[in-house]
């Protein structure tokens, strides 16, 4: 056998404590028989691996008889009420958002500020980051939770396998790298707001989300990401997904990327608001998004032309990427997902009437997790590595 | 363990009589030691892969002394002078083209036929196709190559895993299952030219090949297909790829497939011709392709518009496919690759203008195949099929 031959001893060992860590994270609380079902292992193999598990510090016993079913009572697992968490932050462009989420996927502790980060100073944003997170891992801390890691989501392009933002156009910062402005003692990972999203998405939908999906969402720009094979596609330098970079209309507006007509400038929420005849503002996103509703609702003839032609833009850009992708489905996330009944007719219609193959068309769906995706999507990477790999991640070596 | 871990000791035997044969399909002549040292086994475990692959009749041995190099001369072991081979067969708008490729990738034999497929009779071409390859077969045959398989390139949308071709826009036929209609004693599998193309690509380049990149080529329709971490992108129909159905234009041109402003209405042979103020005509899509080129070399105006409009389209398109996969490069197949000098210009420059990650913008390269490139990733993809699996295509079982 070559060299390079894994150990596979060491390998199957850590690939069943995961198989078993992953099953009680889902299913607790449950018995070592009912783990045993679930990963085809035997009763033995699965306590010595539980034993493992439960002398790591990953995993605790609850009383006997608490699990039901049939046959002698079995002192349930449970997991997630100490042990390792995960932090997630989002730095959004006009909120920071602090997550810590335990193993069982639960939010523990969170922190929230609002903010203006347009043209901001990444120092003093970070700066604020950087308490939230403190102030987060003290609560969860309280909890008896340790974080095993920090993941921060970012309205921007950041390279692969790095922690510097190269390209934040609505935050207008020069490259950044976030590892020195934030605690030294977490494990540190940055990536696109919306490769979160999606990844929260692929992660909350259980076995029912497609394993092929594009995600789009907006806030401020149009994010996107690309799922394929229950993968998120990153790109040969990491800026894959973005969509709210594909041209709509080829000699449009300008946009802030040099380019011109691309569908942020047609979909975007500024674009909207100035289409509907609403300010900008300083409110929140969501706060801005609910009047833009709330007005079509009311039947307001500008704010459903707005909705309706920034469905549209939605559909020539989606028709181009589902002709090149073919994928299951369309996920809508972020603030377009509330937005969803106003947009949706004029999309589907552009989206049905340029398929290159028969039909179906991809499933439309909206967004299962809502706007908070990329914080948890972010805090929950963290939590999918500690259960991929649980004793890397034991607070207490066995 | 459960049930379903694979027989390691089958597995690894057979992946490493893959790699065996496969290294000395790269490098013949080749002896034992060569091939020990390449992939990183024994000598003696070589020798016994070796001996079975011989048996087998996938391996020839040469005489002594053939390899060169230091030590003991050994015995030179050859592949590909007999034993199986691939057919490949292209069904374009204007040809047929079938060859047959030993698996050193070699063209043994060949066979083509002009004639024009547009709203054809499917059974009537296929009719043809199947003598063309009955004619290849025994061409092959009689340099002692026996036939592993057919693959089939179509200029359509063929269904994942399937042998039917669901949607020809150029041919004109309904839905039609070429299993029947070719010869039955060969095992086939039928694909979309532009998948076959970029295969070709990816197979041709060796080490120096993208293994990220996006291929665009141009026959009478613009084909397209998506190549990522070295593998196609098949999409969760099979019908990835379709770039010619991009939206340029969202108001644009009606176009075949339904919608309006694809990018085939631009950038597609008839747009070209007919905004060069040349015939579509009769003739083979070269000698099209070398009027056009002439023209434009000659300086005739209309021409070098043409192209430039069709640089701009396809810079257009290729822009949004950018901004979204992040390719490492962009490969011009089919007539683009002879047109390539008038068209890029333009196309580099929409490229250049329009990216939402900071430069580099992905390479830009012309085919290294030509226009071959779909019958020959055809007729790779059953040669790549034998070595990947030797003993499944073993013409004399040991």
């Known amino acids: 056998m070559p060299a390079s031959a894994p150990n596979s001893q060491q390998e199957i060992r850590r690939r069943n404590l995961s198989r078993v860590l992953h099953t009680v994270a889902e299913r607790a609380p449950v018995s070592r028989a009912g783990i045993a079902a679930r990963v ?60 810590a989420l335990d193993l069982r996927g639960r939010v523990r502790a969170r922190a929230e500020a609002e903010g203006d980060h347009r043209d901001s100073d990444p120092d003093e944003v970070l700066a604020r980051l950087a308490a939230l997170v403190e102030e987060t891992a003290a609560g969860a801390a309280g909890h008896g939770l340790a974080p095993a890691g920090l993941a ?39 990536d696109n707001e919306a490769n979160f999203g999606a990844l929260a998405e692929l992660w909350h939908g259980g076995t029912e989300a497609p394993a092929d999906f594009v995600h789009v969402s907006a806030r401020i720009g149009i994010g996107g990401a690309v799922v394929l094979g229950g993968e998120l596609l990153r790109g040969a ?53 609910a009047v833009l509703a709330e007005r079509a609702a009311q039947g307001d003839a500008a704010a459903l032309r707005a909705l309706r032609d920034a469905g549209r833009a939605l559909g020539v850009a989606l028709a181009g990427t589902v002709n090149l992708l073919d994928p299951e489905a369309v996920v809508l996330g972020g603030e377009l997902a509330g937005l969803g009944r106003f947009l949706l007719p004029a999309l589907t219609g552009e989206l049905a009437s340029r398929q290159a193959a028969p039909a179906p068309v991809p499933r439309l769906l909206t967004s299962a997790v809502g706007t908070d995706g990329p914080v948890l999507g972010a805090a929950r990477s963290v939590v999918r590595a500690v259960l991929d790999d649980p004793m890397a991640h034991a607070p207490a070596r066995a």
Not at 155 to 174: A, E, F, M, Q
Not at 256 to 272: F, I, T
Request: net charge positive; glycine share 20%.
């Open 40 to 99: 085809g292992l035997t009763r033995a193999a699965v306590s010595t691996l539980v034993d493992e598990l439960l002398r790591g510090g990953l995993l605790t016993e609850l009383g006997p008889g608490r699990t039901g079913g049939v046959g002698r009572p079995g002192h349930a697992l449970d997991v997630g009420a100490r042990g390792p968490c995960g932090i997630g932050a989002d730095v959004g462009v006009d909120r920071l958002v602090v997550v």
């Open 152 to 190: 921060v989501a970012v309205p921007g392009l950041v390279g692969r396998d790095s922690t510097r933002v190269v390209r934040t156009p609505n935050l207008g910062w020069p490259a950044t790298d976030l590892r020195p402005r934030l605690p030294r003692s977490l494990p540190l990972t940055v």
């Open 237 to 289: 330098r990491g800026f894959a997904g973005e969509l709210g970079h594909v041209p709509v209309v080829p000699e449009g507006r300008p946009c802030g990327c040099g380019g011109r007509g691309c569908l942020e400038q047609y979909a975007g929420e500024e674009a909207l608001l100035g289409a509907a005849g609403l300010p900008a503002g300083h409110a929140s996103p969501r706060s801005r998004t």
